[in-house]
Structure formats: structure tokens, C-alpha cells
């Protein structure tokens, strides 16, 4: 099996390297009382920012632009209610020459831990939408420090 599509197991919080917290709303929420899949899409993104800023906001403008997600893959353990709070911790696990890999995971209240997230992001030309080669990714990890997430 190639190693991005191995099946990502975020359940440790001390993997990740960045953690976040997001408040649940109750516009979040769908007709059976949990929160939706738009939601919980929303919260993998707050992580992922959150991530950039915190992580990667030192590095030049042509690092960080160009990014397009190449896959997205979730998987839920458990439901979310209103109202709470989740944490959402975010880490690096794979970089290659034109693409990088985050892992992250949700969780809620003491230690519970609600869906993993497998996010593969390629660097794109703009203006042709292509994939391109992007010799610098790895240099974001030295920059800042990072380690992979264990897989």
C-alpha cells in the first residue's frame, strides 16, 4: 500500500504539533442534533489555518500560495453535539517534491476524540492548473521546526 493512502489514526493528541480550539454553534447543528459534515469540514479548515499562521507565517509568499487539495479524506468516530467545544490538532505527515500531507484530528471534551482528517495539498501553477514541482516544500518543515506526525 503507498503511504498516502494509508489510513491515518489521529487518536494520540500528542502527535500534533498545533492545536486549536473551536466553538460549536447551534447553526452547526443538522436536524437530528448533530453537528454536520459542512461543520466539521469547517473545523478541519479552522485547523489548518490556525496551522499556516502559527506554523508556516515566517516563509515567503511563493511557499505558501499555489495549493490546490488534491484529496480530502475523513473519517468519523463519533458524533458532536451543541453546545462545546472541539479541539483540532494539526501536523504534517508526509512531504514530497510537489505535495504535502497533513494529518489532523477533532476532539471533544475530556479526551474524546470524534474523526481523523487525511488532507493531501499540490502545488498549481495559477494560471494552468497544473501540478508543478515545488523545490522549497520541505524547507518550510526546517524553517519552522516541524517533525512528521507519526502514521
Known amino acids: ?3 498516502e493512502t494509508k489510513p491515518f489514526d489521529g487518536k494520540n493528541r500528542a502527535i500534533y504539533p498545533d492545536m486549536t480550539r473551536v466553538t460549536i454553534r447551534y447553526r452547526d447543528l443538522d436536524p437530528n442534533g448533530h453537528v454536520n459534515n459542512g461543520s466539521i469540514n469547517q473545523f478541519f479548515e479552522d485547523g489548518r489555518v490556525h ?7 515566517t516563509l515567503a509568499q511563493a ?8 484529496r480530502f479524506d475523513a473519517t468519523y468516530h463519533a458524533a458532536l453535539g451543541y453546545p462545546g467545544e472541539v479541539e483540532v490538532g494539526t501536523g504534517v505527515i508526509r512531504v514530497g517534491r510537489s505535495s504535502y500531507v497533513l494529518g489532523q484530528g477533532v ?3 475530556l479526551g474524546g476524540y470524534c474523526m481523523a482528517m487525511f488532507l493531501k495539498l499540490e502545488a498549481s501553477d495559477p494560471e494552468s ?8 516544500i520541505p524547507d518550510f518543515m526546517d ?3 516541524l517533525e512528521l506526525v507519526p502514521v
Not at 496551522?51 to 507565517?57: A, E, L, T, Y
Not at 492548473?129 to 522549497?136: A, D, R, V, Y
Request: net charge positive.
Open 1 to 3: 500500500m503507498a503511504e
Open 51 to 57: 496551522f499556516r499562521n502559527s506554523k508556516m507565517g
Open 63 to 70: 511557499v505558501l500560495t499555489g495549493f490546490v487539495i488534491a
Open 107 to 109: 476532539f471533544f471534551g
Open 129 to 136: 492548473t497544473k501540478i508543478q514541482s515545488t523545490p522549497g
Open 143 to 145: 524553517w519552522n521546526q
